[in-house]
């Protein structure tokens, strides 16, 4: 059934023909008494942009900007927008700032922390829209900032609902960086994003940014430890997420099959070390870890961000970039990939190891002959 308007243009839904068993049912009773009482929530059939960017901010969010889902840069957005809330018309992109120097730092504990106490701000933040917008009278849906995502499409298909990076760009939050991270104008590369879908109009959308924050210094470029990131622009994602996420999605696959493939507990401690072991228990009973997330954490791009790198170029690269650079840990690479060659070239202090990633099934196991040469 679709929604009349009034004359000020709110949605009016008009009495329902009810099978009279239905009909006299409390609840239903209750409702429509609502209704010709005039106590219904009828919404206007335009979100006032004002309003709406205000509930963002309050919620948590410390930027935010609406774009209507047919924007030309969406396209390829609309048929999982349309399938996770049948109805949209509007997505409201929002940012959420990190912590710098948390970010920034060699321990992945202090780093990983950030992001996951970030994302959980973000998704209440976006919840808390989702519920004011819904209480206001309007369908709205809020996908998860990262993880949970839709795992029963891996790997065939995205496992995503919504690119929040892409909403975020065509709603003039920030420019994609060579690093593949969204830059904001302000807050620069730390900040997160999270989309909420609604079935309404905005009275004004954002607007795509007159300039690119990105300052094109490549520090990026030289601070990801897999050469993921090329100075002409071209993205490695495949040795990215190979490393990046060693515990996540795939790399779980990957060592899970090692689990499976090795001949007893000797074995697999000759293929996977204590740290390594260490280190994916704590991913299994704690939110995962990146492996690195560099790219971000050496960014100097954004008005808020950039200070410390114009005053002193020199520092800012001892301070941020080296201790990065010169961290001893362990780089996972697909055989014969550029990431392999990359990182046994610039990064020769920095232990390699070659994984499957999960996209491959693991090596033929091992002869006895051949585990009691390797463990001896």
């Known amino acids: 059934m679709t929604a009349a308007r009034d004359a000020e243009g709110r949605r009016t ?19 429509l008494a609502r209704r010709r009482a005039g106590d219904a929530v009828n919404p206007p059939a335009v979100i006032d942009a004002d309003w709406l960017r205000e509930l963002c901010l309050a919620a948590g969010a410390d930027d935010a900007a609406a774009v209507s889902l047919d924007h030309p840069d969406l396209i390829g957005e609309r048929e999982y927008a349309q399938s996770a809330l049948p109805g949209t018309r509007a997505l409201i992109a929002m940012a959420v ?25 973000a998704n209440h933040a976006a919840r808390s829209v989702t519920r004011a917008l819904q209480d206001a009278g309007y369908r709205a849906l809020n996908p998860s900032v990262g993880f949970p995502q839709e795992m029963d499409r891996f790997p065939s298909e995205r496992i995503w609902v919504v690119a929040h990076k892409t909403v975020a760009v065509a709603a003039g939050l920030g420019v994609m960086g060579l690093h593949r991270n969204v830059i904001h104008p302000k807050f620069g590369s730390f900040v ?8 309404a109009e905005v009275s004004a959308y954002g607007q795509a940014l007159d300039h690119n924050p990105c300052i094109d210094c490549k520090l990026c470029v030289a601070a990801c ?47 996977v070390t204590d740290s390594e072991s260490a280190s994916m228990w704590q991913s299994l009973s704690s939110p995962p870890g990146y492996k690195s997330g560099y790219c971000l954490a050496v960014c100097p ?31 996972y690479v697909l055989p014969g990939s550029h990431a392999q060659e990359y990182a046994l070239r610039r990064f020769p202090h920095k232990p390699v190891k070659e994984v499957t990633g999960g996209w491959q099934p693991p090596a033929k196991r091992s002869t006895s002959s051949d585990r009691e040469t390797r463990t001896s």
């Open 301 to 331: 791009a954004g008005e808020d961000v950039l200070g410390p790198y114009l005053d002193d170029r020199k520092t800012f690269m001892d301070t941020v970039l080296r201790p990065l650079r010169d961290k001893k840990e362990t780089l």
């Open 13 to 31: 839904t008009p009495t329902p023909r009810l099978p009279a068993k239905l009909a006299a049912h409390p609840s239903v009773q209750a409702v």
């Open 97 to 121: 700032r990190m912590n710098r120097d948390n970010c920034r730092s060699p321990a992945r504990s202090v780093a990983n922390q950030e992001f996951h106490q970030t994302d959980e701000r």
């Open 225 to 271: 430890p897999v050469g993921a990131i090329a100075k002409d622009g071209a993205f490695d994602a495949l040795a990215c997420t190979t490393h990046n996420y060693r515990e996540f999605m795939s790399g779980f696959t990957d060592w899970a099959q090692t689990v499976a493939d090795s001949e007893d507990a000797a074995d697999y401690r000759s293929r």
């Open 192 to 199: 997160l994003l999270v989309t909420v879908l609604v079935d």
